[in-house]
């Protein structure tokens, strides 16, 4: 029998310091928020220059004109305000829905079913409407919706790639986050508001959005793609919602999440291994880290990108060298959105515990006495029960993923692709994503989910169909294009450009029916070949945007490719937003 206090007997002595730092941290940064809340406009503003011009300073000539240079990308998507108008940037529309869960938060979900060209066209809205196979996408932890769309070239976008293929995409958001920050029992402001963990996500959230979004739609089944928690989210739901299987026909789990094995941080560390009552006294009972948004806006980009990277690396281990500069700058101010502190403890037990958990609500007290595990047992997720064909494609560098772990819990039937060399981050916005990534996702949705009456009802597919991104024939290259586009791509790789000439005189096919090309569609401002070896030489260079300690952000290498991976070498030119001409 032994006294159960949460911090005797579980800490190393240098652990009771860095808990102290972190309260510290917490303290300070709390500090920071009132005090800049507190200020006028004309002061925030001056700070922010400040701020720019402290950065600049320690950056090279070569490193502004660089950044000069993808300004023009980066920046409207890092200042647009909402989904709609991230997605407005390269000529897509939007519908917004908001669905009522059964216990009275109000979800919204965003639909794009039209392709460019198709506004005025009924689609999956009952007879003679034009009927299409239905993709869901759900975001991760502390994230919302506009993490699929802030990308700074069209074809590496999922969900545009998705529709152009003439699919019914629909993307979800957790309850608490921007978009769902409603509830008809509760208001934000209270505590009461913010009781949630992921297993409200998976009782409420994830079965009422996909029996909404089949209704609406008239569909019998959908395709889940879920990022992150997203997927975490769709292992517990299918586990305990068995009629749910058959309305989710194939289930991709995209940096699959489930009991991650640890965090890299000594500080953090700690914390998983105390009581979850010292993350309840430090961050609150309801949104965590609220300031994070202040924080972009106050702070010049690169150097809240650079703090974002240094954050990721103290976490997770994480170098982030697969998603290039400006897309950092671009995605970055879109990563964080509202969530509750309960549903981080949620995660702390499952790591501290190492086991895909329901949350745990019998917290032990500094005097309860011997183990209450031999009474009480937290019910776990049964997720061998799924039915749903399950696709996992996950980075062979991701600290996150114990794909041993995973397999061993889940059914038989699961299929696991590695992309090698790729972090968490990786599979949303890496540089290459859609040669990496998307070829698998394509690959299983045509394996598992594409009746062929949808396909001929949405687009007359077929699987030699050209580039969802084409509306004509591409440009024959020019040896003096094919030169310097080769020059670029063999820097980025470290291979021979006469490797990547010979190859590049070839149209690479990805996936089903997916060719990457050389490409102009509705006016979108593209690269010429000059201007392309020009920026991949700066953005890849041994200049290229620097870090605060002189180091760069991207790192020469890209990750080795995988069995579905196309050649080396496509000569391509990347498409920016139609409207950033």
């Known amino acids: ?18 808990l102290l730092l972190s309260f510290v941290l917490l303290i300070l940064e709390t500090f920071a928020r009132t005090v800049t809340l507190l200020l006028p406009t004309f002061i925030i503003r001056f700070l922010y220059r400040v701020s720019r011009n402290a950065f600049n300073s320690l950056s090279s000539p070569y490193s502004r004109r660089a950044r000069q240079k993808k300004k023009s990308v980066s920046s409207p998507i890092a200042q647009a305000s909402d989904f709609a108008e991230l997605i407005e940037l390269y000529g897509y529309s939007a519908e917004e829905h908001v669905v009522q869960t059964k216990d009275g938060y109000l979800l919204g979900l965003h639909r794009l079913a039209w392709r460019r060209g198709e506004e005025d066209m009924r689609i999956n809205a009952g007879e003679n409407s034009v009927q299409k196979k239905v993709v869901y996408l759900h975001h991760g932890l502390m994230m919302n919706s506009e993490v699929w ?43 009461e508001f913010w009781n949630f963990s992921m297993d409200q996500f998976a009782f409420h959230d994830i079965p009422d959005s996909i029996d909404y979004v089949l209704s609406t739609t008239g569909q019998p089944s959908l395709s889940y793609i879920g990022f992150s928690q997203g997927t975490a989210q769709a292992f517990a739901t299918l586990s305990i919602h068995p009629t749910l299987n058959s309305k989710v026909d194939l289930f991709i789990a995209l940096a699959p999440a489930m009991a991650p094995p640890g965090l890299a941080s000594g500080v953090v560390s700690s914390l998983v291994k105390t009581n979850p009552e010292i993350l309840f006294l430090l961050f609150g009972r309801r949104a965590i880290l609220g300031s994070a948004t202040m924080w972009s806006a106050v702070l010049y980009p690169a150097i809240f990108a650079w703090f974002i990277d240094k954050s990721l690396a103290f976490l997770f281990n994480w170098k982030m060298r697969n998603i290039t500069p400006h897309q950092k700058l671009a995605a970055y101010p879109h990563l964080y959105s509202f969530t509750s502190t309960k549903s981080v403890v949620h995660w702390f037990q499952i790591i501290a515990n190492g086991t895909f958990q329901m949350f745990d609500d019998e917290v032990s007290t500094p005097l309860s006495l011997s183990s209450a595990s031999k009474y009480y047992k937290v019910a776990k997720f049964p997720t061998r029960n799924i039915r749903t064909p399950i696709v996992l494609i996950y980075g062979g560098s991701d600290s996150l993923v114990d794909i041993k772990l995973m397999l061993a819990e889940l059914p038989r039937h699961t299929i696991a692709k590695e992309v090698k060399k790729y972090e968490h981050l990786d599979l949303l916005w890496a540089s290459v994503v859609d040669q990496l990534v998307f070829p698998h996702v394509l690959e299983a949705l045509e394996s598992y989910a594409q009746p062929a009456q949808t396909k001929a009802g949405a687009l007359g597919w077929r699987p030699n169909a050209p580039s969802p991104f084409n509306d004509s024939q591409p440009p024959q290259y020019s040896e003096d294009e094919l030169a310097a586009t080769s020059r670029a791509e063999a820097m980025r790789v470290g291979e021979s450009a006469s490797t990547y000439a010979a190859s590049a005189r070839s149209r690479v096919r990805i996936g089903a029916g997916f060719d990457v090309r050389r490409m102009q569609a509705n006016g979108a401002s593209m690269f010429d070949a000059d201007d392309e070896a020009e920026a991949e030489g700066e953005m890849y260079g041994p200049d290229a945007v620097e870090h605060l300690d002189g180091s760069d952000y991207e790192d020469e290498h890209v990750p080795e490719g995988l069995a579905l991976t196309p050649e080396p070498g496509v000569a391509r030119a990347r498409t920016r937003p139609g409207s950033l001409a």
Request: net charge positive; with cysteine; glycine share 6%.
């Open 1 to 18: 029998m032994a006294l159960q206090i949460p911090f005797l007997g579980r800490l190393h002595p240098y652990e009771y310091l860095a």
């Open 149 to 191: 769309v802030c990308i700074t070239e069209r074809e590496r976008c999922l969900p545009f790639l998705l529709v152009e293929q003439g699919y019914d995409v629909w993307l979800g958001n957790n309850r608490g986050n921007k978009y769902s920050k409603k509830c008809t029992h509760h208001s934000p402001s209270q505590n």
